[in-house]
C-alpha cells in the first residue's frame, strides 16, 4: 500500500508541475502581451469616468480652396446619394489641403457633397459646393485625453485598431483563466484565496444591485 500511496504521490506532483510550468508560461505570454494595454484601458477608464470633471478647450482648424472649374465639370454627372469622390477630387484634396480622404463616402445632394470626418479626440468634415466649387474643411481636436478615451471606446479608430482590441481583450481572458487556475493550484498554501476571489464578484455585484436602477 505504501509503495502504489508514494507511486500516486510522484505521479501527482509531476502532473502538478506539469501544469504550473504550462500555466506559468501562458500566463506571462499573456501579461506580457496586455500589460501596457491594461494600463492604458485602466487609465483611460478613470478619465472616462471623470470625463465631465475634466476640461477641455477644442482646437479648430479650417481650411478653404477653390475646385478648378475642369474638376468641378465632372461632379455634373455624378448621382446623388452616397460615394466616395472621384480619385482625380481625391487627389486634389490631398495636394491642396494636404487631407487623405481616400475611399470616404460622401453624401452627394444636388448642390453639395458633404463628408463626414470623425477622428479619435475630435471630429472633421469637408464641403465641396457643386455650384461654385468652394472647398471648406474644419477639424476639431478635443486633446489627448479625449483622444485616449476614445482609443478606449474604440470610436472612429479604423479596422488596425478594432483588431488590436479583440486580440488584447484575447490576451486578458487568457492571462485571468490562467490566473484562476494558477489560484486554484495554490490555494492550499494560502487560505485567503477564495475569500479574495469571491469579493471581487460580491462587491461590483452588491454596488449594482443597490445604487444602480
Same mark, same amino acid.
Given at each position: !500500500?505504501?509503495?502504489?500511496?508514494?507511486?500516486?504521490?510522484? =505521479? %501527482?506532483?509531476?502532473?502538478?508541475? &506539469?501544469?504550473?510550468?504550462?500555466?506559468?508560461?501562458?500566463?506571462?505570454i499573456? @501579461?506580457?502581451?496586455?500589460?501596457?494595454? !491594461?494600463? /492604458?484601458? @485602466?487609465?483611460?477608464?478613470?478619465? #472616462?469616468?471623470? @470625463?465631465?470633471?475634466?476640461?477641455?478647450?477644442?482646437?479648430? =482648424?479650417?481650411?478653404?480652396?477653390?475646385?478648378?472649374?475642369?474638376?468641378?465639370?465632372? #461632379?455634373?454627372?455624378?448621382?446623388?446619394?452616397?460615394?466616395?469622390?472621384?480619385?482625380?477630387?481625391?487627389?486634389?484634396?490631398?495636394?491642396?489641403?494636404?487631407?487623405?480622404?481616400?475611399?470616404?463616402?460622401?453624401?452627394? +445632394?444636388?448642390?453639395?457633397?458633404?463628408l +463626414?470626418l470623425?477622428?479619435?479626440?475630435? %471630429?472633421?468634415? /469637408? +464641403?465641396?459646393?457643386?455650384?461654385?466649387?468652394?472647398?471648406?474643411?474644419?477639424?476639431? %481636436?478635443?486633446?489627448?485625453?479625449?483622444?485616449?478615451?476614445?482609443?478606449?471606446?474604440?470610436?472612429?479608430?479604423?479596422?488596425?485598431?478594432?483588431? &488590436?482590441?479583440?486580440? &488584447?481583450?484575447?490576451?486578458?481572458?487568457?492571462?485571468?483563466?490562467?490566473? #484562476?487556475?494558477l489560484?486554484?493550484?495554490?490555494?492550499?498554501?494560502?487560505?485567503?484565496?477564495?475569500?479574495?476571489?469571491?469579493?471581487?464578484?460580491?462587491?461590483? #455585484?452588491?454596488?449594482?444591485? /443597490? &445604487?444602480?436602477?
Amino acid at each position: !500500500m505504501s509503495g502504489s500511496a508514494g507511486i500516486a504521490s510522484v =505521479t %501527482d506532483q509531476k502532473r502538478r508541475s &506539469f501544469w504550473l510550468k504550462h500555466l506559468h508560461q501562458w500566463h506571462w505570454i499573456s @501579461a506580457g502581451l496586455s500589460l501596457i494595454g !491594461m494600463i /492604458l484601458f @485602466a487609465i483611460t477608464g478613470i478619465t #472616462l469616468n471623470h @470625463a465631465a470633471d475634466i476640461a477641455a478647450k477644442p482646437v479648430v =482648424t479650417t481650411k478653404t480652396g477653390v475646385l478648378p472649374a475642369s474638376l468641378l465639370d465632372t #461632379l455634373d454627372t455624378a448621382d446623388d446619394g452616397e460615394a466616395p469622390l472621384p480619385a482625380h477630387i481625391q487627389d486634389w484634396v490631398s495636394q491642396e489641403l494636404r487631407l487623405s480622404v481616400k475611399d470616404k463616402l460622401a453624401e452627394w +445632394s444636388d448642390d453639395e457633397i458633404y463628408l +463626414s470626418l470623425p477622428r479619435p479626440g475630435g %471630429d472633421a468634415w /469637408l +464641403s465641396i459646393d457643386r455650384e461654385s466649387g468652394d472647398v471648406h474643411y474644419e477639424k476639431t %481636436d478635443r486633446g489627448w485625453i479625449s483622444y485616449f478615451n476614445d482609443l478606449h471606446k474604440g470610436r472612429s479608430t479604423g479596422l488596425a485598431w478594432k483588431w &488590436f482590441i479583440d486580440i &488584447f481583450a484575447v490576451a486578458c481572458v487568457v492571462f485571468c483563466v490562467t490566473g #484562476l487556475f494558477l489560484l486554484q493550484l495554490h490555494a492550499k498554501n494560502r487560505p485567503a484565496t477564495w475569500p479574495v476571489v469571491g469579493l471581487g464578484l460580491v462587491i461590483p #455585484l452588491v454596488l449594482a444591485i /443597490l &445604487f444602480i436602477h
